[in-house]
């Protein structure tokens, strides 16, 4: 079961239809990129002595390579790890060094960021694009490898409590299974159909592309490789039945934007990765009509434990809709998703508890990380550390996140690798992040410290340890933090008097969120 086998039927049945395209530029058939993938699978083996099973990276802002590559990595019988190009290279060096990639394929000057930090165990960095990358495209083609289903496929790492980033293990059984309940469930695709790569084709937009290699659509990669709305209406013009996987902040911003829109273009609109405010996805549906669908999930179980349709988004005469409106949605039917309590008994519909789910989408586990596999998935449930409640129709109600977790512009932030890098600066005594409400990134990171430094010097010390996404927006000068009897920082009552600061400055309240 090589997912791979899914880019081999659709060049068998349907050579000719357009697989990849640059903006409005179509650059390979199904035939065409088959064939590629096939050479980069042949290279991989022959030229780098590569075997079955061993890991791949790919640190690439958003590309049309981006589809030779996860599928010559599959082909090759080895696995996919795909790493956010914004992380500094001491971040990508661990990712490097803990998955044991022996090739890692990178842009132009994510190359030069990596080098610096490179492990031991790198042995080619590979600049996509470059006269190295164009030779490996003349290899001998090499036959599809057999992999089981629970072999690994893409290794997913996400952050962890702990600061350093977890590899989730997503085998070929998950992908498949994902991309079946995306196709089935979100967004149906027919040949032909397309599907804009705006958001980062290594984690959230990326993991659709399997679901429409398989129903024969286009992969369309923005020339900018980015996020331009502008740009996205021109493409939505240029490819009827364009879907779009988006963080909220996007598509507040296509909504925003001033440029001409046909709605009756755009299939679907699908938003994840972070709370929307009710407001913005109102005004959403009054921009783009019936077009828009959310999804709930993580890396451990990609985009895939509960969604809200097109329909529900969409049915302002139902009497509870505002409601579901704010709600994540109903289980997917391959997913089984549970509220449950601290003793991981499940609760009834209006309980609060921690979200649990299982299924054919779940991770077997982390790699290398035996004690947060046995964590996470106690029970035989995958323990998402989100907090939620059902109600009485089924509808999943998110309460709140991992306690600690801050998602700012779609992105993951873990406070805890904020504050040991601040930590290092003689001048701060203590410090605690937390995450402050924004209306156009959905957080942003704040920090409140103990001690006497300059913003910019501390701005210049995470700037040279982690991505710049990750830095604060705001630093806070205390005599103190709010700690319990045992000395521990409530950053819950740091939250609370951030907010009633906010309010008293701004003389507004949060808004309601979806």
């Known amino acids: 079961m090589n997912i791979a086998s899914w880019l ?63 599928y010559g990595i599959w082909h090759a019988g080895c696995a996919a790890v795909p790493a956010n190009a914004k992380l500094h290279g001491a ?29 031991k165990n790198l042995e080619h960095l590979i600049t996509i694009g470059g006269a190295d990358y164009q030779a490996l495209l003349t290899a001998d083609t090499l036959p599809l490898t057999p992999r089981a289903p629970d072999d690994l496929a893409w290794l997913f790492y996400t952050s962890g409590t702990t600061g350093r980033p977890k590899g989730a293990m997503l085998t070929h059984r998950v992908l498949a299974a994902a991309s079946q309940a995306y196709a089935n469930e979100v967004d149906p695709v027919s040949p032909g159909d397309a599907i804009l790569h705006a958001a980062p084709m290594s984690h959230g937009s990326g993991l659709y592309i399997m679901a429409h290699v398989a129903r024969r659509g286009v992969q369309v990669v923005p020339e900018s490789e980015g996020f331009e709305p502008e740009e996205v209406f021109a493409l939505i013009g240029a490819w009827p039945r364009a879907s779009m996987f988006a963080a909220p902040t996007m598509i507040k911003r296509l909504v925003e934007c001033p440029a001409a829109c046909d709605p009756e273009n755009i299939r679907t609109l699908i938003w994840g990765g972070a709370p929307m405010y009710v407001e913005d996805a109102l005004a959403a549906l009054d921009r ?31 009497p509870r809709w505002r409601e579901r409106l704010g709600s994540a949605g109903k289980p997917y039917a391959s997913v089984e998703v549970m509220v449950a309590d601290g003793e991981d008994a499940p609760l009834a519909a209006g309980e609060t508890g921690e979200i649990l789910c299982r299924g054919e989408v779940v991770m077997p586990g982390y790699w290398r990380n035996e004690e947060a596999s046995r964590a996470a998935l106690r029970g035989g449930w995958l323990h998402t550390g989100d907090v ?29 690798e904020v504050e040991e890098v601040l930590l290092t600066h003689a001048g701060v005594r203590e410090v605690s992040v937390i995450g402050r409400p924004d209306r156009e990134w959905g957080e942003v990171v704040v920090a409140y410290v103990v001690g006497r430094a300059a913003p910019a010097e501390l701005d210049a010390l995470c700037l040279s340890r982690i991505a710049r996404f990750k830095r604060p927006k705001d630093y806070i000068f205390v005599d103190t933090l709010p700690k319990n009897n045992y000395g521990k920082i409530l950053k819950t009552e ?16 949060p808004k309601e969120t979806a």
Do not use: W
């Open 8 to 70: 081999e039927q659709s060049a068998r049945s349907h050579p000719s239809l357009p697989a990849a395209a640059s903006g409005t530029r179509v650059l390979a058939t199904y035939a065409q990129l088959a064939e590629r993938a096939a050479r980069q699978a042949g290279a991989l083996r022959a030229q780098f002595g590569l075997a079955p099973g061993e890991r791949v990276a790919v640190v690439a802002k958003n590309t049309p390579a981006y589809l030779e590559l996860l």
């Open 288 to 318: 783009f009509g019936p077009r828009l669908a959310q999804i709930y999930g993580q890396g451990e179980a990609p985009m895939t434990i509960t969604t809200l349709s097109k329909q529900d988004i969409a049915e302002r005469g139902h």
């Open 388 to 416: 939620g409640a059902f109600d009485a129709e089924g509808y999943l109600h998110l309460k709140d996140r991992s306690k600690d977790l801050i998602i700012s512009g779609g992105s993951n932030i873990y406070p805890r």
């Open 91 to 119: 971040e990508l060096g661990y990712i490097l060094e803990h998955s044991g990639a022996r090739v890692c394929f990178a842009s132009k000057g994510v190359d030069d960021e990596i080098a610096p930090h490179a492990p």
């Open 494 to 509: 740091l939250r609370a008097r951030d907010l009633r600061a906010m309010d008293a400055r701004k003389g507004g309240t």
